[in-house]
C-alpha cells in the first residue's frame, strides 16, 4: 500500500472499532479534565456494575498531530463486556498544542479520572506510538507538584518512541518545533530515575511489532532494557506479524495477544 493508503486504513480501522465500542458500552463523551478546547475524555462504562471495576486509559497516537479521542474506543470493545472502564484521551495535538502542553494534558487527565472515579479497583494505561511515549511521560511524573499520588497498577506501552532527540530533524518536528531542550525534557528514555520514584509497583509492558520499523524496534528494546536494568518490573512483547499499526488495531479483538494480557494483568481473562 502506498503511505497515504496505510494512514487511511488505520484511521477506518480504529473508527469502524471505536463505533462498535459505541454500540455495546454505556458512554459520557467529552467530559471535561481542564479548561483548554481539547482538554476531553470520552468514557465507556460496563453495562454490569461489579465491586471490582478496573480502569484502562487509553492515549491515541498519529506523531502527535493526528488523530483525536473521537476514534481512540476501539479497545472498549473486549474490555467492557469483562467490566472494564475505558478512557479515551483527548489532547491539543500539534500545531495547536506543543510537546510541554501535551504531556501536562495527559497527565492532568490521570489526576482527573482518578479524582472521578475513586472507586476503580486498579488504574491502567495504554498508550500507541506517540501516545506510548506520553503514557511513559505520565509513569515518569513527579506527583508531589499534584494534589493526588495515583497508584497505576500496569501500563501498556505500544510502539512508542521514548527519545525524541532523533526526531528533530525529521518533518514530524515541524508542527512541534521542538527545540533540543525541549525533547530533552520531555524523553522518557531520560527519565528513567523519576520513573522508579514514582511508578515501581507498576506492571510495564513495552510491545513493539515484527514489522515495526528498525528505530521503534531499537527504541522499543533501549527502554525496555535502560527500565529492567533500573530494576523494575518490566516485560518486552515482540508481538510477531504485526506492524505499526495493526499491532494497536487488534485490540478490538478479546482472543488477540495484547488484549489477553491486558485482561490477565487485571484479573478479568
Known sequence: MAADDVIKAHVAALKSGTEKARSVAQMLLDVPYGDGEGEKLDVYVPNSSSPDVP???YIHGGYWQFLSKEESGFMAVPLVQKGV???????????????????AQVRRSVV????????????????????????AMVLSTDWSE?????????AFLVSGIYDLLPILSTYVNEPLKMTEEVALRNSPSRLVPQLKASSSACEIVIAVGQNDSPEFRKQSDDYFKSLETAGLKV????????????????????NYHLT??????MGKN
Do not use: R
Open 235 to 254: 516485560t518486552l512483547e515482540d508481538i510477531p506479524n504485526t506492524d505499526h499499526f495493526n499491532i494497536i488495531e487488534q485490540l478490538v479483538d478479546e
Open 260 to 265: 489477553q494480557l491486558l485482561l490477565k494483568m
Open 146 to 154: 499534584y494534589s493526588v499520588m495515583p497508584q497505576i497498577k500496569g
Open 85 to 103: 472502564v475505558v478512557v479515551a484521551v483527548g489532547y491539543s495535538i500539534a500545531p495547536k498544542g506543543n510537546m510541554d502542553l501535551m504531556v
Open 112 to 135: 482527573s479520572v482518578i479524582q472521578q472515579y475513586s472507586h476503580i479497583s486498579g488504574l491502567y494505561l495504554c498508550g500507541h506510538s506517540a501516545g506510548a511515549h506520553l503514557a
Open 55 to 57: 480502569l484502562v486509559i
